[in-house]
């Protein structure tokens, strides 16, 4: 299970609070992605990133923010704007964006807001 | 935007038949259409993908078949095993256009009895 690692798998917050989910990857890989999985809705886009100190909002990226400042290193934060932050989250990485290249996924962080 | 819908939304089968998963997109210039299988607790994996411009493609027990002027796709599993139970999901993209992002489907949570 190597190559895109997420930390941590469990995570525990009060209301309120920021709270910074870990991705990282060693394929060296330009695209990076961040998906919520939320029980019957498939994963949806919140942001990603091409390049590095280059990102998009994706779908619902209302809430959460990121950075790219090292090629290997995607976080997100989950702010205290996001209405409802409990739920499954999945990076991603591709090769590129520009070309069809499959999605690796890593094994996700699982958030629950106390 | 694009729309994904994945039908059904859960699936049994007995082992050794066959199982049959669809989905439908909404944008024509749609190119790229991957499915991912994810067992429980685990991270989404490719299984089989298909670009627009081939109309099936086959990997052993795995099939897909691409409809353009129809606008949907469907993954056909054959001689289903026990192991085969997870969820599947759909995506499409536009790869090189405005659209380049997977957008995915529900899910379809596949149960195969023994």
């Known amino acids: 299970d190597g190559g895109i690692t997420q930390s941590p798998k469990y995570l525990f917050r009060k209301e309120g609070q920021n709270v910074t989910l870990s991705c990282e990857q060693n394929?060296?890989?330009?695209?990076m992605y961040w998906y919520r999985q939320d029980p019957g809705q498939g994963l949806r886009l919140i942001y990603y990133?091409?390049?590095?100190?280059?990102?998009q909002k994706g779908d619902i990226a209302e809430g959460y923010s990121v950075s790219r400042e090292k090629k290997e290193s995607f976080p997100l934060t989950v702010t205290s704007a996001q209405k409802n932050p409990t739920a499954f989250y999945l990076c991603?990485?591709?090769?590129?964006?520009?070309?069809?290249?499959?999605?690796?996924f890593g094994p996700g962080t699982r958030l629950t807001v106390l | 935007g694009e729309n994904v819908e994945q039908h059904p939304s859960t699936l049994s089968v007995q082992e050794g038949d066959s199982a049959v998963i669809k989905c439908t997109y909404s944008?024509?210039?749609?190119?790229?259409f991957p499915w991912y299988k994810q067992e429980l607790g685990k991270r989404p994996q490719l299984i089989i993908d298909?670009?627009?411009?081939?109309g099936e493609k086959k990997d052993q027990r795995i099939a897909v078949t691409l409809n353009k002027t129809a606008k949907h796709f469907s993954l056909h599993i054959t001689e289903t095993q026990p192991e085969d139970s997870a969820v599947y999901f759909c995506a499409a993209s536009n790869y090189g256009g405005s659209q380049g992002n997977l957008i995915f489907g529900k899910g379809t949570k596949l149960s195969v009895k023994p």
């Open positions: 944008d024509s210039a749609s190119n790229y």
């Open positions: 990133s091409q390049i590095v100190n280059d990102f």
């Open positions: 991603a990485s591709s090769a590129t964006s520009g070309e069809m290249d499959e999605q690796f």
């Open positions: 298909i670009r627009s411009n081939v």
């Open positions: 394929l060296n890989h330009d695209a």
